[in-house]
């Protein structure tokens, strides 16, 4: 790029959501394929809302790529925006966080292509912000925080409807 140019610019919406099982969260790991954020980093499961897709769709589609879960229930609890450089892109990417509870007995699987590749039930309380996106560190901030896992705290949404 030239001196005084511009860098392309992108803007993307994304549902993430924050599943806990005790002291777990459950993340996913970024792969080249992310378009926003580097790879290696963990990452909230979930992702872009396509045109036309309302945001609890989307987080359901997400959930079940990339962790072969099934939502049962996803609750807003905060959005937050970031600006981050990706591949000669800047994108501003405003992110949507639900609390989410899975349909009980069934196993995460990773997605076998796509923009993860592994799946795994971290110690939120344990993870490092170097290892983490910027929405998987804001929402360890949240749990840190006890906002989630209180009933009632956001906009109660049937993925399903």
Do not use: C, K, N
């Amino acid at each position: 790029m030239t001196a005084g140019a511009t860098r392309p610019r992108s803007t993307r919406v994304s549902a993430y959501g924050l599943v806990v099982e005790g002291d777990r969260l459950l993340l996913v790991r970024l792969t080249d394929d992310s378009p926003v954020f580097p790879p290696g980093l963990w990452h909230l499961p979930g992702g872009g809302i396509d045109p036309g897709e309302q945001p609890a769709e989307a987080l359901v589609r997400e959930f079940r790529e990339e962790t072969g879960r099934e939502v049962a229930q996803a609750t807003l609890l905060d959005a937050r925006t970031y600006e981050t450089h990706r591949d000669g892109v800047v994108w501003g990417l405003t992110a949507l966080f639900y609390e989410v509870r899975l349909r009980p007995g069934e196993r995460e699987s990773a997605e076998s292509e796509g923009s993860t590749d592994a799946v795994e039930w971290l110690r939120w309380d344990e993870l490092r912000d170097a290892e983490l996106s910027p929405p998987t560190v804001d929402a360890v901030r949240i749990l840190r925080a006890g906002r989630a896992g209180r009933v009632g705290t956001g906009t109660q949404l049937d993925p399903h409807r």
